[in-house]
């Protein structure tokens, strides 16, 4: 198998492991709030990379989640670039 294939098959169970996790064993709230402490701790500089990169393992449903996400956590001038990039 293709290593290339072999982590995408690899991340996808990881995301519907912790997509079932954070449904069912945490509030929205709390989803929110670790969302944005994660994204806190990625250097500012490295925000747009990240973004594209999550953006491209999402369905579009969950990129416009994640997005509605990062606009209540993320401060407006960090989600504006992001959103513009």
Request: hydrophobic share 45%.
């Amino acid at each position: 198998m293709e290593l290339t294939t072999l982590f995408g098959a690899c991340l996808a169970q990881e995301k519907d492991e912790l997509r079932e996790w954070a449904d069912h064993g945490t509030s929205f709230l709390d989803q929110e709030r670790l969302a944005g402490e994660a994204a806190g701790k990625i250097p500012q500089e490295r925000m747009p990379a990240m973004a594209h990169w999550v953006a491209r393992l999402l369905s579009s449903d969950d990129r416009e989640g994640v997005m509605r996400l990062w606009a209540v956590a993320l401060a407006a001038p960090v989600f504006r670039a992001l959103s513009r990039s």
